[in-house]
């Protein structure tokens, strides 16, 4: 399986769990013999990845600074280098509005996923405004999960939860047992995606507006509901 991941965000409000968790998904699915393009701004644990990509033909590592190009520059460009790639999947794991901006340029046969690290605007806007361009969502907590279906307004057939995996007070061989399952559900989540894609093919739509909104960082739908019922 052919796996672009996009990681391009020098402004981001990931947490440091879902920093941390990429280089071991990254590392997981190249030891299950996928092939992976890392689209970013800079490399999850710097070292061990340009060492990995000079000795493993299935890593690719594509390095560009986010604010260095303008969106009518960065989108043609991305298209462009995913139409050499040609994944199979391209996934949202944090982005900027380039990021985001070529969902409705991409070919239809490629599944479209993104990830929501948090209970939060920042993740659910860019999902609200391409929804129709994205096959497949990922949450990391059940919250970001119904967040999809209840704040951006997406089937729950179309969202899948998916944790970091990480276990508190875990051996080292629970916890890799832990993540071998996590992996092993990205697979999965891959596959159906991918059969979706082939099944209902998304409209390209190459005059589709880019989100000019700003993202607010502010919590959504469930801390409001849980502060209601606190006060």
């Given at each position: 399986m052919k796996i672009a991941v996009i990681n391009k965000n020098s402004g981001s409000a990931l947490s440091g769990e879902a920093r941390h968790f990429l280089p071991k998904l990254l590392t997981g699915l190249l030891e299950k013999d996928n092939e992976i393009h890392l689209i970013a701004d800079a490399l999850p644990e710097e070292e061990t990845f340009r060492a990995r990509s000079e000795a493993d033909e299935n890593l690719h590592i594509n390095l560009w600074n986010a604010g260095a190009l303008a969106r009518e520059t960065g989108v043609p460009l991305l298209v462009r280098q995913l139409g050499e790639f040609k994944p199979d999947v391209y996934l949202i794991w944090d982005s900027e509005e380039t990021g985001w901006a070529v969902l409705p340029l991409l070919p239809p046969e490629i599944a479209t996923l993104a990830v929501g690290h948090a209970d939060s605007e920042i993740y659910y806007a860019p999902v609200r405004h391409y929804r129709s361009f994205l096959t497949r969502l990922i949450g990391v907590t059940p919250e970001v999960s119904?967040?999809?279906?209840?704040?951006?307004?997406?089937?729950?057939?179309?969202?899948?939860?998916?944790?970091?995996?990480?276990?508190?007070?875990?051996?080292?061989?629970?916890?890799?047992e832990e993540l071998q399952k996590v992996i092993e559900t990205y697979l999965r989540c891959f596959e159906k995606a991918i059969a979706d894609a082939h099944a209902a093919p998304r409209a390209a739509a190459t005059d589709f507006p880019p989100l000019n909104a700003s993202r607010s960082e502010s919590p959504s739908w469930f801390s409001k509901l849980k502060a209601k019922i606190m006060n």
């Open positions: 119904v967040g999809f279906v209840l704040n951006c307004v997406v089937d729950k057939e179309r969202v899948e939860w998916i944790s970091y995996g990480e276990l508190e007070g875990s051996t080292a061989e629970t916890a890799e």
